[in-house]
Nanobody, 124 residues
């Protein structure tokens, strides 16, 4: 299975970006899809996740600003990021699991597939 993340870039504080993660097979074959980020010198963290039942989970730092969604027909999961701040600067990764949301949390024992990262840089 391949996951291809895209949509990163450079944006000013307060701006928006939408990340996309295209899977090589139906995203409904996974129980959980998630977006992670890793800033320099920091651990990778789960930013947002969505289950096959459409339940979502967000890190406290992004609640109300980020939205995870999916398009089954396009085999794609999205991360809409609004009101971006410099502290959102990181490499963002998508991931997939056949387990559950809890298993997506550090140390991510349930993550089976990782996509290559896409850089998001927010300038002040």
């Amino acid at each position: 299975v391949q996951l291809q993340a895209s949509g990163g870039g450079l944006v000013q504080a307060g701006g928006s970006l939408r990340l996309s993660c295209a899977a090589s097979r139906s995203i409904f074959s996974f129980d959980v899809l998630g977006w992670y980020r890793q800033a320099p010198g920091k651990e990778r963290e789960l930013v947002a996740g969505i289950t096959s039942g459409s339940s979502t989970n967000y890190a406290d730092s992004v609640k109300g600003r980020f939205t995870i969604s999916r398009d089954g027909a396009k085999h794609t999961v999205y991360l809409q990021m609004n009101s971006l701040q410099p502290e959102d600067t990181a490499v963002y990764y998508c991931a997939a699991s056949s387990q559950n949301m809890v298993s997506m949390i550090n140390p991510f024992p349930g993550v089976e597939y990782w996509g290559k990262g896409t850089q998001v840089t927010v300038s002040s």
